[in-house]
């Protein structure tokens, strides 16, 4: 099977198994974790931040941010596309009681003016606008780079507001590796951010939230409401740091297998490609339902997901080669035409 349909699907290699093996490990919950509290280390610093806590998902991450920022109540301002939006089953609803002001953007970022005209004004009979959320890169809209000087101006004019910003960063080191700048410059001074190990970087379990000390602290707490607080978890941030020392250039790789892929795609009949930023490619088919086409792609193993009637996502990753690109390309080619 050629594995197209996420970067997630990435299974540990030998060489992180075996620092797994070798982990050092505690009792996480009493932070008696040494390789958890390196991989936090490691991560706040990073992204030139206080602290960071280790949580089990991208997803836990996010709501934790959003738990912590939040009263009951409140309205978070996010992207209409964001993973946050549409992709963590109404968690800030039920968990924090915060109800979603969406923007609908063409790219996955919104300007400075559609934010301040969705920031509800200072009124003791309108619900509180307390929170804003971004995507980098973003998923749905094909793993699309933030631009960093928008992002910059957004914190800006937020923080002018007394608002924060958590950023949904599950694949900025993808971002950081596209344009070449250190993942503490594209965090921007935003107030938390979480990324993923468990996507594109490799690791089969995992996400760092980071921030301040205060927030970190609170977000301990709230990880461990959920059922986050894990107990020998050095295993798991063995591969994390493994991933962080190992896994960050190559991403480069993914990338241009993307950009050689889409272009491969482009030239079929019937299939539009924007050319990809990162990692992920949408393709538009004109005819064929999207459904049809990962029928029959499947069935020649090849796994892809449709992501709408006429739309595909194919995402590259650590364990697809060039070769396995060109022989889904050909696949893709035979599927189309029969
Ligand atoms: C995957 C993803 C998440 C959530 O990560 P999980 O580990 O699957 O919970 C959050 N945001 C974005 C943009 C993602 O792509």
Same mark, same amino acid.
């Given at each position: 099977?050629?594995?197209?349909?996420?970067?997630?699907?990435?299974?540990?290699?030998?060489?992180?198994?075996?620092?797994?093996?070798? $982990?050092?490990?505690?009792?996480?919950?009493?932070?008696?974790?040494?390789?958890?509290?390196?991989?936090?280390?490691?991560?706040?610093?990073?992204?030139?931040?206080?602290?960071?806590?280790?949580?089990?998902?991208?997803?836990?991450?996010?709501?934790?941010?959003?738990?912590?920022?939040?009263?009951?109540?409140?309205?978070?301002?996010?992207?209409?596309?964001?993973?946050?939006?549409?992709?963590?089953?109404?968690?800030?609803?039920?968990?924090?009681?915060?109800?979603?002001?969406?923007?609908?953007?063409?790219?996955?970022?919104?300007?400075?003016?559609?934010?301040?005209?969705?920031?509800?004004?200072?009124?003791?009979?309108?619900?509180?606008?307390?929170?804003?959320?971004?995507?980098?890169? &973003?998923?749905?809209?094909?793993?699309?780079?933030?631009?960093?000087?928008?992002?910059?101006?957004?914190?800006?004019?937020? &923080?002018?507001?007394?608002?924060?910003?958590?950023?949904?960063?599950?694949?900025?080191?993808?971002?950081?590796?596209?344009?070449?700048?250190?993942?503490?410059?594209? $965090?921007?001074?935003?107030?938390?951010?979480?990324?993923?190990?468990?996507?594109?970087?490799?690791?089969?379990?995992?996400?760092?939230?980071?921030?301040?000390?205060?927030?970190?602290?609170?977000?301990?707490?709230?990880?461990?409401?959920?059922?986050?607080?894990?107990? *020998?978890?050095?295993?798991?941030?063995?591969?994390?740091?493994?991933?962080?020392?190992?896994?960050?250039?190559?991403?480069?790789?993914?990338?241009?297998?993307?950009?050689?892929?889409?272009?491969?795609?482009?030239?079929?009949?019937?299939?539009?490609?924007?050319?990809?930023?990162?990692?992920?490619?949408?393709?538009?088919?004109?005819?064929?339902?999207?459904?049809?086409?990962?029928?029959?792609?499947?069935?020649?193993?090849?796994?892809?997901?449709?992501?709408?009637?006429?739309?595909?996502?194919?995402?590259?990753?650590?364990?697809?080669?060039?070769?396995?690109?060109?022989?889904?390309? *050909?696949?893709?080619?035979?599927?189309?035409?029969?």
């Amino acid at each position: 099977m050629i594995d197209l349909r996420s970067d997630t699907v990435t299974r540990p290699t030998t060489a992180m198994r075996r620092a797994m093996a070798a $982990a050092e490990v505690g009792d996480d919950v009493f932070g008696e974790d040494p390789t958890v509290n390196r991989l936090q280390e490691v991560a706040a610093e990073r992204f030139g931040y206080e602290a960071a806590l280790f949580v089990p998902s991208g997803v836990m991450g996010n709501q934790i941010a959003i738990r912590v920022h939040t009263r009951p109540g409140d309205e978070i301002v996010l992207e209409a596309e964001s993973h946050i939006f549409n992709y963590e089953m109404a968690t800030m609803a039920s968990f924090s009681g915060v109800l979603a002001r969406p923007i609908s953007t063409e790219r996955g970022c919104f300007s400075v003016e559609q934010l301040q005209q969705t920031i509800r004004p200072k009124l003791y009979y309108l619900s509180r606008t307390a929170l804003v959320c971004l995507e980098n890169t &973003h998923n749905m809209k094909g793993g699309t780079l933030f631009p960093l000087s928008l992002m910059s101006s957004l914190v800006e004019y937020a &923080h002018a507001q007394g608002l924060p910003i958590h950023l949904d960063g599950a694949r900025i080191f993808n971002a950081s590796v596209a344009t070449a700048r250190p993942v503490n410059e594209l $965090a921007c001074g935003v107030d938390s951010l979480m990324f993923c190990l468990s996507k594109g970087l490799g690791a089969p379990v995992g996400s760092l939230l980071v921030g301040s000390q205060a927030f970190i602290t609170e977000a301990r707490r709230v990880r461990k409401q959920l059922g986050g607080g894990m107990r *020998q978890a050095g295993i798991l941030a063995a591969a994390g740091l493994y991933a962080l020392n190992h896994h960050v250039e190559r991403l480069a790789e993914d990338h241009e297998n993307a950009r050689w892929l889409a272009q491969r795609l482009a030239e079929l009949p019937g299939v539009q490609v924007t050319p990809p930023e990162t990692n992920i490619i949408i393709a538009r088919l004109a005819t064929m339902e999207a459904a049809e086409l990962t029928r029959r792609l499947q069935a020649r193993g090849v796994l892809l997901s449709p992501i709408g009637r006429k739309q595909l996502r194919l995402v590259t990753h650590l364990d697809v080669a060039r070769a396995d690109l060109e022989a889904a390309a *050909q696949t893709i080619r035979e599927a189309l035409r029969m």
